[in-house]
């Protein structure tokens, strides 16, 4: 779900479906239609709820991927003012995620007064609306304000620890020029001691060091493959992921070395771009960030209406279900036409982080005097 990537038609496809199956998933997790629909489905709902979540391992390793690409595409960095990079990271992610927000805390409190559930946020307070614009809540352990919202920290997170260390060695590497595979050993040891050490310890899974396996076998896999042997750098990178593999079964690395080996046989091959894929789909894939933000209020809304409103028979809230996930289509297609696609201006800068936390502060309050 990198915010203004580059379009390479195979990673579109795959953000695409991995898109799909985020919303589905926490469309089978946050009832109550998932609960009432469970008796037509109930092998797909249990399988969407325990592993559907897992594809958003291929957003980080396809981040990690363009990430290389961009910033030091032959494993040497074009760094050279670290602070535009991060400043220009953050509001391409923030501003669609702050529109998106909003809705969420409108759309949550409108639900409150249909049904009960504990998918439904609570009210924000000010702190918390502080966070959230700062991507601080996970870290300061505040409830979020919508479902999956981690990712836009994490992937902030990786972006900056990148950006700094490639920064550095770009340092490093202009004083000392027998260094100059400096990048590739510091990226090589932080993968591997994500994959070893902090991937297997949940402590770590509001941050970075967590996640930065995948992102790190997405830069990796980039790299190697234009250097000489390329199929013996590649096996390597396999065995590194084996490796981890052996030592804990995690099935999240598993897909994160799938969606490697997907890219790193790719590419040599020139499939990345001369990937066959119907339009529609790459399109799903370009808009793919701006699905997964607005998704879980329409969703929430949909889930209300259809609580409150309609009869609780199974068919009724399959059919919700399916209208939940077309409106998350629908509504990522205008957040993206409106917000994510167009130019940053001063105005914006300032208007959304305003509205944001003056309809959370109103929501706040209202909640107070009810």
């Not at 049904?115 to 307070?125: G, R």
């Not at 902090?198 to 190697?224: C, H, M, P, Q, R």
């Not at 339009?279 to 370009?286: A, M, P």
Request: charged share 10%.
């Amino acid at each position: 779900m990198q915010a203004g990537s580059s379009r390479i038609p195979l990673i579109d496809t795959l953000k695409a479906i991995s898109c799909l199956l985020i919303v589905s998933h926490h469309l089978a997790w946050y009832g109550p239609m998932s609960d009432y629909a469970y008796p037509l489905i109930p092998s797909l709902i249990n399988w969407l709820r325990e592993y559907g979540r897992i594809a958003v391992q291929v957003f980080f390793v396809t981040a990690g991927f363009l990430s290389a690409k961009k910033l030091a595409p032959e494993g040497i960095s074009l760094i050279n003012d670290p602070f535009h990079l991060i400043r220009q990271r953050y509001l391409r992610l923030v501003i669609p995620y702050l529109a998106a927000l909003t809705l969420a805390i409108g759309c949550a409190a409108l639900a409150r007064a249909w049904m009960v559930h504990d998918s439904i946020p609570n009210p924000p307070n000010f702190f918390q609306l502080v966070e959230h614009i700062f991507l601080l809540q996970d870290l300061l352990n505040q409830e979020a304000l919508s479902a999956g919202i981690w990712y836009v920290a994490i992937d902030f997170q990786l972006y900056l620890f990148v950006v700094t260390v490639l920064w550095f060695t770009s340092r490093i590497e202009n004083r000392n020029l027998d260094l100059k595979l400096i990048n590739s050993i510091l990226i090589t040891g932080f993968t591997s001691v994500s994959l070893f050490i902090f991937n297997k310890d949940n402590y770590w899974d509001e941050t970075a060091f967590y996640f930065f396996g995948s992102y790190g076998l997405g830069i990796l896999v980039y790299w190697i493959s234009s250097r000489p042997n390329y199929f013996f750098w590649l096996m390597l990178l396999t065995l590194l992921v084996i490796a981890a593999l052996l030592v804990d079964f995690r099935s999240r690395i598993a897909v994160a070395g799938m969606v490697m080996l997907i890219l790193g046989l790719a590419k040599p091959f020139e499939a990345l771009e001369n990937w066959l894929t119907p339009n529609f789909l790459v399109y799903l894939g370009r808009i793919s960030y701006s699905i997964f933000l607005i998704h879980f209020p329409l969703c929430l809304i949909i889930n209300a209406v259809f609580f409150r409103f309609l009869p609780h028979q199974p068919s009724i809230n399959l059919f919700g279900m399916i209208l939940a996930l077309s409106a998350s289509i629908a509504g990522g297609y205008l957040l993206f036409k409106w917000i994510e696609n167009r130019p940053l201006t001063n105005q914006i800068y300032l208007w959304w982080p305003l509205g944001f936390m003056t309809s959370g502060l109103l929501v706040m309050l209202v909640g107070h005097l009810g």
